[in-house]
């Protein structure tokens, strides 16, 4: 089966990497280590697009920082690295390229779906799957993920702990100061 290879060319430095497969593009891209400035070649270097053109990456999203400045179009996962990293926050705002619509990020349906309390680059792993790691005969990629998770359950278990302790001390406030038990 002849399988389409890729290149990428770095805006920053000139740098072509290649060839490479679709899924390791992709993982590239999740990890936010493609920017939308680089340039991509399915065609052994003889063409080259923009990486935002190429459907398969799917960077169909800009971020509007707090200064105006726009950023992308970008993929959801290096979003979700940004937040991780600390460089942008839930409130900025995202417009869809395709079919420009604006949100802030903390509306939109994919971000209040994850756990977005205890991002990390850790944690941060959706669409970030390379080829390598899944060849990984130890398992070890595996391993990390399970890792990952179970701290992230943690986590989550000590929010919640949290959120009960400050209901019931709410409540306990509440039946004190009226006498009666809340609806």
């Given at each position: 089966m002849n399988e389409r290879t890729w290149h990428l060319l770095k805006a920053s430095d000139k740098e072509v990497?290649?060839?490479?497969?679709?899924?390791?593009?992709?993982?590239?891209?999740?990890?936010?280590?493609?920017?939308?400035?680089?340039?991509?070649?399915s065609d052994d270097r003889m063409s080259w697009q923009r990486a935002p053109m190429i459907a398969e990456l799917q960077?169909?999203?800009?971020?509007?920082?707090?200064?105006?400045?726009?950023?992308?179009p970008t993929n959801v996962a290096t979003i979700q690295e940004f937040l991780a990293t600390g460089e942008i926050d839930e409130n900025v705002t995202i417009i869809?390229?395709?079919?420009?619509?604006?949100?802030?990020?903390?509306?939109?349906?994919w971000f209040k779906a994850s756990p977005h309390q205890v991002r990390s680059a850790a944690t941060t792993l959706l669409g970030t799957q390379?080829?390598?790691?899944?060849?990984?005969?130890?398992?070890?990629?595996?391993?990390?993920?399970?890792?990952?998770?179970?701290?992230?359950?943690?986590?989550?278990?000590?929010?919640?702990?949290e959120w009960q302790q400050a209901y019931h001390g709410l409540r306990q406030q509440f039946v004190e100061a009226t006498g009666c038990e809340p609806m």
């Open positions: 990497y290649g060839p490479i497969d679709l899924e390791t593009l992709r993982g590239w891209a999740a990890d936010a280590k493609v920017s939308p400035l680089d340039k991509i070649s960077m169909d999203h800009l971020v509007q920082m707090p200064d105006n400045y726009l950023y992308g869809n390229c395709l079919d420009n619509t604006e949100a802030r990020l903390s509306d939109l349906g390379r080829s390598e790691d899944v060849r990984d005969p130890a398992g070890n990629q595996y391993q990390r993920r399970i890792s990952a998770l179970e701290k992230q359950v943690m986590e989550l278990q000590r929010v919640v702990d």
